[in-house]
């Protein structure tokens, strides 16, 4: 019960972290587009499930020097979706509701394109579980990680929705939307290179 505790919090705080996902959230919920948003919290946080279960197989063999190559490629990742939202042609802004369907599929897809989180949970086992962790437990622990990331994302999706116009007006309005998102992508990239390799 307190492995299940530890990783709801750290879910909901590791998910605070600005990544795909949460860009993808933010820009849907800024366009009120809350069910859309919704499905694609979904489809983001059950990722968290099939990383947190294979760092439960792994976590005893975990090697740091993989850990940090994960860690690069995707914050590699990271900076080239930033730069893309960044340069990309600004156009105006699509309205329209995507398909139940087509949010939970983007939301797993860039769920699954974010490998860090087998280097996450992997040092979190290591730190607060037991090595003879059972499979009840290992199951509890991995749904925790899923439902902690979507708590973080609901409460995205909540503050997003109700203060999107005065976000917008901050950020110079909706067509300015993508360029913010990738300047904030590009420095959380750069805080996270800082805390890994310096």
């Known amino acids: 019960m307190t492995l299940v505790v530890a990783t709801l919090v750290a879910s909901f705080l590791g998910s605070l972290q600005l990544g795909f996902v949460n860009a993808a959230v933010l820009r849907y919920a800024l366009q009120k587009q809350g069910q859309s948003a919704l499905w694609l919290s979904v489809g983001g946080s059950l990722p968290e499930i099939i990383y947190a279960l294979a760092a439960g197989y792994l976590h005893r063999y975990f090697n740091t020097t993989f850990g940090d190559v994960l860690k690069g490629i995707s914050l590699g990742v990271l900076f080239i979706y930033g730069f ?108 996270s290179v800082v805390a890994t390799w310096f």
């Not at 699509?94 to 989180?117: D, M, R």
């Not at 962790?133 to 409460?155: P, Q, V």
Request: hydrophobic letters at 55%.
């Open 84 to 191: 893309y939202l960044i340069f990309k042609k600004s156009r105006a802004l699509n309205v329209a509701t995507s398909s139940k369907q087509n949010s939970f599929l983007q939301g797993f897809i860039l769920g699954l394109i974010n490998p860090q989180l087998l280097v996450f949970w992997s040092v979190f086992l290591s730190l607060y579980a037991p090595s003879n962790l059972s499979f009840i437990n290992l199951l509890g622990f991995a749904m925790a990680a899923a439902i902690g990331a979507l708590a973080c994302l609901c409460l995205f999706i909540g503050l997003s929705y109700r203060y999107s116009e005065i976000i917008l007006r901050l950020m110079g309005g909706a067509h300015q939307l993508d360029k913010w998102l990738g300047g904030i992508i590009l420095m959380a990239g750069v805080v």
